[in-house]
């Protein structure tokens, strides 16, 4: 019986061409014996995928998953343009409440964290190209209702200066205040949260951007948040010299595209943190860059995942099929010419032999990996961007294995 959600599975190597060796599965129960029959070869199953479509009539640019309503259970964020707005979907009957109108359009991407410490959940979005259009809307929990979305207030964070993308908070300075690092176009920025409610831009002079793509975490394993950029990461000087742009320091780690994903991860499993980037609206490798024998300072190493990924959109990291190890989500938008959600299986738990799942070939932009039906593995949340729906999630079904 062939299982919903599981396509083929490819073998590829590191730095070699890609073994045309696919397999349909007929059973959970058939396995894929590794390439080359080398060390870490060994049998891999397919993750079984079950595609759900939450709302048949929305998408947008933001996807975000967060317990907005503090039942212990993940709900969903989306957002786009004024015909779809900004809403959130409780979990588990994805009962959908309107939060938000944009002036122009919520765009790429968001985040849930909670602004105002007051221990919920609320939403940081972008909002078109205008003044004032880094946004975060306030969940009215405690005291309301997350349900009334009439109760949710809008507040002004700062003007990114064009188009807003890239939207990761966290507390940058140490000061016990949620940050939140954007960037434009052309520019990189930091707002700093000086005092509840009160923020501080913060523009960094970093060269060359590319054009969208924005990473953060801790590269140095100083135990201080650094940000990735287009083929470098900059270093978290940390407190107050945090919020001196020209403090953080910048280090190459190698080739990146112009319009980038990154996303930061101990894939190979040593401990020490590896940037990996993929190519957003373009074609470009999928490459994991490792650290050199001087530091995250000096010379990075690079392997290549996969060659020639077009549009990918989407870059996640997780243990997907519950081995022990990291591997990664990536997929590629619907404008791709071949829009495929992929599983990339870390088949050694060395990150040095992959083989690539296809879970669906509809397209997905911004992809989110989290345990959706909290059952102990990991789900995929997601729709192609504004005005392409549905809103879909892939639910992982390998607890059936049990």
């Known amino acids: ?27 959970l129960r ?4 590794g390439a080359g029959g080398g060390a870490g070869a060994g049998t891999v199953e397919a993750v079984p995928f079950e595609r759900v479509v939450v709302d048949d009539g929305m998408a947008g640019d933001v996807k975000l998953v967060g317990d907005i309503d503090g039942d212990g259970h993940k709900d969903l964020v989306v957002g786009g343009g004024s015909a779809e707005k900004l809403a959130w979907y409780r979990h588990p009957d994805w009962s959908r409440t309107t939060v938000a109108t944009p002036t122009v359009e919520f765009t790429t991407d968001g985040s849930i964290a909670d602004v105002d410490a007051d221990g919920d959940l609320d939403i940081v979005v972008p909002d078109g190209d205008g003044p004032d259009n880094l946004l975060w809307f306030e969940n009215p929990r405690p005291g309301g209702d997350p349900a009334d979305g009439a109760s949710w207030r809008r507040w002004v964070i700062g003007s990114v200066g064009g188009w807003g993308k890239d939207v990761h908070p966290a507390d940058y300075d140490g000061d016990g205040r949620l940050d939140i690092a954007t960037r434009s176009h052309h520019a990189l920025m930091i707002f700093f949260q000086t005092a509840p409610g009160d923020w501080e831009r913060v523009e960094f ?21 650094d940000l990735v950029v287009r083929g470098a990461w900059i270093r978290n000087p940390g407190a107050a010299a945090a919020r001196d742009g020209g403090a953080w320091v910048r280090y190459p780690i190698g080739e990146a595209d112009a ?20 190519s957003s609206e373009n074609t470009a490798d999928v490459d994991r860059w490792t650290v050199g024998d001087e530091g995250p300072a000096g010379p990075w190493v690079k392997h290549t995942v996969m060659a020639g990924l077009e549009r990918g959109h989407t870059l996640q990291a997780g243990d997907m099929d519950l081995d022990g190890d990291t591997d990664l ?9 071949t829009p495929r959600i ?14 690539v799942q296809v879970v669906g070939a509809e397209g997905l932009h911004n992809g989110v ?3 959706m039906d909290e059952d102990g593995d990991l789900d995929i949340f997601g729709a192609n ?14 607890d059936e294995r049990t």
């Open 30 to 33: 058939d396995g894929l014996r």
């Open 369 to 371: 990996v989290a345990d």
């Open 259 to 278: 319009d980038f994903k990154a996303l930061v991860a101990d894939v190979d499993g040593d401990g020490r943190a590896e940037v990996i980037f993929a």
């Open 205 to 225: 002079p970093h060269g060359d951007l590319g054009n969208e793509g924005l990473a953060h975490g801790d590269v140095d394993g100083d135990g201080l948040v």
């Open 329 to 337: 989500v990536v997929a590629q938008m619907h404008t791709a010419a």
């Open 1 to 27: 019986m062939t299982r919903p959600g599981i396509r083929l599975l490819l073998a590829i190597g590191l730095g070699l061409p890609v073994v045309a060796m696919a397999f349909a599965y007929p059973s």
């Open 342 to 355: 992929l599983v990339l299986l870390n088949a050694d738990g060395r990150a040095g032999r992959w083989l």
């Open 385 to 398: 961007w504004t005005g392409h729906p549905p809103v879909r999630l892939w639910i992982n079904r390998l």
